[in-house]
């Protein structure tokens, strides 16, 4: 039966890693709040789906997982490449619509798509890459390769019938696959209470046999534990996990949404939480960097956002004769050769 989280011993973390998982989610937010910027001066176009305040929610399974590990999620998807090691450069021209995007200029906000990173999207069909994350489980257990797919969705996408038919054949098949819905509370503007009877998510596994836990992912180590425990299961051969991200999205479901559904006490509710805040006070508390240090890191990392600018305005839009291209996949059947 799945369950909540037992009580493990508390792990601790490096000097080295707290200021990575500070650098790389300061990262994502100083390019997250540019692109909120640049949309508002309509640099860039169509959707666009923040992060701001998701941020662990990534950076703590990175450092828990392998190079070679594959990840997949939806469309708010700009700051999973970036940190899984993604030129920051190539994500941004892709916001521009430009021929040097990681998508060739041709995805957009929502369909970011990195396979030297082992990304494999970005996917704009709410729910569509839930069943991937299963596929993708399914090819690394037939080839026998180690590795494993995490599968992130929003808490929206749970209400999908894929979501269900995933998790059944995940673990029927014992798919190294770990499920991870982003909770932050909010399906576009409606919140998880007006949609189920069942609010506490997690407990959705239950159904499929299937280990389960609520992770508060305000807290990156808390991330981290967690999909390493995931991880663990996976590797030895025992299936999927589904991880519940309790988590909260400063903006709105996109740039378009004023989010005028909830309330201004709650947003600060949960800024008092912020994850890049409580890991800059652990690096200041255990005198690992000084606020100096610090600040000279922010102006670096904004000094490096507005270099991905630079490079986005001065590429070129893809030429019109690439409209046709790379829709269908090269055929390699030799045996239906005539």
């Known amino acids: ?13 490096s000097k080295e890693t707290y200021l990575h998982w500070y650098e790389s989610m300061l990262f994502m937010r100083r390019f997250e709040e540019k692109a909120g910027q640049l949309y508002g001066q309509q640099k860039i176009k169509g959707f666009c789906h923040l992060y701001i305040g998701q941020e662990a929610c990534i950076a703590g399974a990175v450092s828990a997982l392998r190079k070679g590990d594959k990840y997949i999620t939806a469309y708010r998807d700009h700051a999973h ?26 995805g957009g906000s929502m369909h970011m798509f990195d396979k030297e990173n082992h990304f494999f999207g970005g996917h704009g069909i709410v729910g569509g890459q839930i069943p991937l994350g299963a596929g993708i489980g399914f090819a690394e257990k037939y080839n026998n390769t180690g590795f494993l797919c995490i599968c992130y969705m929003g808490d929206g996408a749970v209400r999908q019938g894929a979501f269900h038919e995933s998790l059944n054949i995940a673990m029927t098949m014992k798919l190294p696959t770990i499920f991870v819905i982003e909770n ?36 990156v180590e808390e991330v ?33 949404d004023p989010a005028k559904y ?54 070129a839009f893809p030429p019109t004769s690439d409209a046709y291209s790379d829709i269908y996949a090269e055929p390699n059947y030799p045996y239906l050769e005539v």
């Not at 039966?1 to 973390?13: E, G, L, S, V």
């Not at 190539?90 to 041709?106: F, P, Q």
């Not at 509370?185 to 499929?208: D, F």
């Open 81 to 106: 490449p970036i940190a899984l090691g993604s030129d920051p450069k190539k994500v941004m021209a892709e916001l521009y619509g430009k021929e040097t995007g990681i998508s060739k200029g041709k």
């Open 224 to 256: 981290h534990n967690a999909v390493a425990r995931a991880a663990d299961r996976a590797r030895k051969g025992d299936g999927p996990t589904l991880l519940e991200f309790r988590t909260y999205r400063y903006k709105g479901h996109s740039m378009s």
């Open 184 to 219: 932050n509370g909010y399906a576009m503007g409606t919140s998880v209470k007006r949609t189920s009877n069942v609010t506490q998510l997690y407990q959705l596994g239950e159904s499929y046999d299937i280990p389960s836990e609520a992770v508060d992912a305000m807290k």
């Open 262 to 315: 909830r309330t201004k006490e709650e947003l600060e509710g949960y800024k008092k939480q912020d994850p890049i805040e409580q890991v800059r006070q652990v690096i200041l508390k255990k005198k690992y960097a000084t606020e100096e240090e610090l600040k000279k890191m922010d102006g670096r990392l904004k000094d490096e956002v507005m270099e991905t600018v630079t490079f986005s305005e001065e590429s």
């Open 1 to 13: 039966m799945a369950k909540a989280k037992t009580a493990t011993k508390a792990k601790t973390f």
